[in-house]
């Protein structure tokens, strides 16, 4: 499970929400892209498939 605290969870809330409204994910400043960074860290420890050759036919499955 990803976990963020509180205050982190508004930044993100906030950042989907906008990007919801307008289509675009436009960064308003440095928490937005460290919210964004801790979260692919975590996604990087959990997930092997980034790492792997057939990384875009699992993706390409992932998104159907």
């Given at each position: 499970a990803?976990?963020?605290s509180h205050p982190?969870?508004?930044?993100m809330f906030e950042l989907l929400a906008r990007?919801?409204?307008t289509g675009s994910i436009g960064l308003?400043?440095?928490t937005e892209r460290e919210v964004l960074a801790?979260?692919?860290?975590v996604l990087?420890?959990?997930?092997?498939?980034?790492f792997s050759e057939d990384y875009s036919k699992s993706h390409?499955?992932?998104r159907k």
């Open positions: 990803l976990t963020l982190r969870a508004l930044v990007f919801r409204e308003l400043d440095s801790q979260i692919l860290a990087e420890k959990r997930l092997e498939e980034p390409e499955t992932a």
